[in-house]
C-alpha cells in the first residue's frame, strides 16, 4: 500500500495532503461534532451497529440532524478502506454540524462535515498482536471528569479538553491517566474505560455516572457474563483499584490492555484478564475473519 492515504472528506475521496475543513466549521470553532473510533479486521468494521447507534446518541445529545443514513456514512468507511488497500485498521468517522455563521447558537439547517480517516493496524482476533507493547503504567490525576450534568456523559464529541488536561498531568511519565468524578469516585481513562478484578469478581465503575458507556467494555462485560464469571458494575474509591488482583483498560484501539501499575502500585493483568482478552479475540475472529 503506498503510504500517500487518501480521506473521505464530505462525499469525496481526497489525498491526505489535501483533506481540509473550512476555518468556519462547528467542529473547529467549538468542538460542535461527533465521532467514533473504530476497527476494521479483515476488512469488516467491528460491530458497526453499535458504533452506528452511539454516534446517533451523541448528535441527539448536541440536537445535530446531519440527515444521513448509516448506510450511507458505512459506504464512506468501506469506500476509505478500500481506497487505502486496507483490511486492518483505525478508523475515525467525524460528524461536524459544518460551517454556519459565526455564533455560538447553532441554526437548524445542517449542512454536515463528514470525514473519515484510516491508517493501518496489526491483524486482530486468534492470529493477531495488540497494538501496544506493555502493558499500561497508569496514574490518577487531579483532573476531574465533567459530571454528566454538565456534558452528557454517553455523548462522544470533538471537545477532548477534560482528557487532555488529565494526560498533560502525566508528564510523559505513563500511558493512560485515570480520572474520578466530582465526589471521588474512579470513573475512566482519558481515553478508555477501566476493569478490575477482586476476589474472581469482574469490576468497573457504572456507566449511571459520569462514564462514558463504551462499545468494548460493553462487549468485555458480556463475554464475562457469558463465561459465568462475576459482574459488578458499581461506585468505587481508588483504593480499591489500588487493592485489586488483577486491572485492565479497554478501549477500541487497544482491546484489553493490563495495567501494570498504577500510582506505583503493581497490579498486573491476569488470568481472568488473560481469559477475557482470549474470548475477545475469538469474537473478533469468528466475526471478522
Not at 483505525?90 to 447558537?105: A, E, F, I, N, W
Request: aromatic letters at 6%.
Amino acid at each position: 500500500m503506498s503510504v500517500d492515504r487518501v480521506y473521505h472528506v464530505d462525499g469525496e475521496l481526497v489525498p491526505a495532503a489535501e483533506a481540509t475543513v473550512s476555518v468556519d466549521d462547528r467542529g473547529f470553532r467549538y468542538g460542535d461534532a461527533a465521532f467514533e473510533t473504530l476497527r476494521a479486521y479483515g476488512g469488516t468494521v467491528f460491530d458497526w451497529a453499535a458504533h452506528r447507534e452511539r454516534l446517533e446518541r451523541t448528535c441527539d445529545a448536541l440536537s445535530l440532524e446531519h440527515g444521513l443514513s448509516g448506510s450511507e456514512l458505512r459506504d464512506r468507511i468501506d469506500e476509505t478502506l478500500a481506497e487505502n488497500d486496507l483490511a486492518d485498521a483505525y478508523v475515525r468517522l467525524s460528524v461536524t454540524r459544518g460551517v454556519q455563521p459565526g455564533k455560538l447558537t447553532p441554526q437548524p439547517d445542517v449542512d454536515p462535515t463528514v470525514v473519515v480517516y484510516a491508517k493501518p493496524l496489526p491483524r486482530g482476533g486468534l492470529e493477531g498482536e495488540p497494538v501496544w507493547d506493555e502493558p499500561a503504567t497508569v496514574r490518577s490525576v487531579e483532573t476531574r471528569r465533567i459530571p454528566d450534568a454538565a456534558l452528557p456523559a454517553n455523548a462522544k464529541t470533538h471537545n477532548y479538553l477534560n482528557g487532555i488536561l488529565a494526560r498533560t498531568e502525566l508528564e510523559g511519565e505513563a500511558d493512560e491517566a485515570v480520572l474520578s468524578d466530582l465526589e471521588g469516585n474512579v470513573a475512566e481513562g482519558a481515553t478508555s474505560n477501566l476493569f478490575f478484578v477482586r476476589d474472581g469478581t469482574v469490576c468497573t465503575p457504572t456507566t449511571d455516572g459520569d462514564v462514558l458507556p463504551g462499545i468494548t467494555r460493553r462487549t468485555v462485560l458480556e463475554l464475562a457474563r457469558e463465561a459465568d464469571l462475576p459482574v459488578e458494575e458499581g461506585s468505587y474509591g481508588l483504593a480499591d483499584v489500588l487493592e485489586a488482583d488483577e486491572a485492565f483498560l479497554t478501549n477500541r484501539t487497544w482491546e484489553l490492555r493490563p495495567i501494570d501499575d498504577l500510582d506505583g502500585a503493581e497490579l498486573g493483568g491476569g488470568p481472568i484478564t488473560d481469559r477475557l482478552s482470549r474470548l475477545y479475540d475469538e469474537r473478533v475472529e469468528n466475526a471478522c475473519y
